[in-house]
């Protein structure tokens, strides 16, 4: 996926989930975080930030963030973005169907897909969260993270080819690991998954300032685990 307009700043603050503040070529700026999570790790006073241009008319602010560097290393923040490059990377997966947003149990899993009469379901998680060049998930509690991966076992012993893939924001990171200390709940349901036949993926990706794209040679695997 292509940012246009692209800018660079500095961190001010963050006044709440939705906008923050800051200086663009000396002036204080409102721009909204394309990321309600808390980022706290990464969004720290005077780092260099990344942001897009929007020309969206109704819109209060000009500019998302969508980017921010941490010791030279650039993080992409977009939580929209993981689904946007796991819809490309699917496209070239040979899928006869792909289907966004499907209901499953309580869920909405974010892809169904259909190959050689295989019925597949996938969850996308980004990670942004590092520490010593390991990815940690989740960097918040998530209840609906856990009720995911339940779905996704439960998928899993009915048949389907089930997957969760944790979208990696950063380069140089190629596992991410449950964020036990956050949330012990979800890595009790991931390990739980994994023993039900869930494949977790790692998908590394290629992070510019004006794109975000998953790095050719990594492939579903042939069999259900990742």
Same mark, same amino acid.
């Not at 918040?140 to 991966?149: D, I, N, Q, S, W």
């Given at each position: ?141 998530? *209840?609906?993270?856990? /009720? ?5 076992? %439960? &998928?899993? $012993? @009915?048949?389907?080819? #089930? ?13 991410? *690991?449950?964020?036990? /200390? ?5 890595? %009790? &349901?991931? $390990? @739980?998954?994994?023993? #039900? ?27 259900? $685990?990742?």
């Amino acid at each position: 996926m292509i940012y246009g307009h692209i800018r660079e700043g500095a961190f001010i603050c963050r006044p709440n989930r939705f906008i923050a503040h800051v200086s663009l070529e000396g002036r204080e700026t409102v721009v909204h975080v394309k990321n309600t999570g808390r980022c706290r790790e990464l969004l720290l006073p005077g780092v260099r930030v990344v942001l897009a241009r929007s020309f969206n008319p109704v819109r209060k602010t000009a500019y998302d963030l969508t980017g921010v560097y941490k010791n030279g290393r650039l993080f992409n923040i977009d939580s929209q973005a993981p689904n946007r490059v796991v819809r490309e990377w699917l496209e070239g997966q040979g899928f006869d169907e792909i289907r966004p947003e499907f209901g499953y149990g309580e869920s909405r899993m974010d892809f169904f897909m259909k190959r050689d009469g295989e019925s597949f379901l996938l969850e996308v998680k980004g990670c942004t969260l590092e520490e010593d060049g390991i990815g940690y998930f989740p960097d918040a509690p998530t *209840l609906r993270g856990v /009720r995911h991966l339940h779905e996704l076992a %439960r &998928a899993s $012993r @009915e048949g389907y080819r #089930a997957y969760l893939a944790f979208v990696i924001q950063t380069e140089g990171v190629s596992r991410v *690991l449950p964020n036990d /200390r956050t949330h012990p709940a979800f890595g %009790r &349901a991931l $390990r @739980e998954a994994e023993a #039900a036949g869930v494949g977790i993926l790692y998908l590394k990706c290629g992070v510019t300032p004006e794109s975000l794209r998953i790095l050719p040679g990594q492939d579903l695997p042939a069999e259900g $685990r990742g």
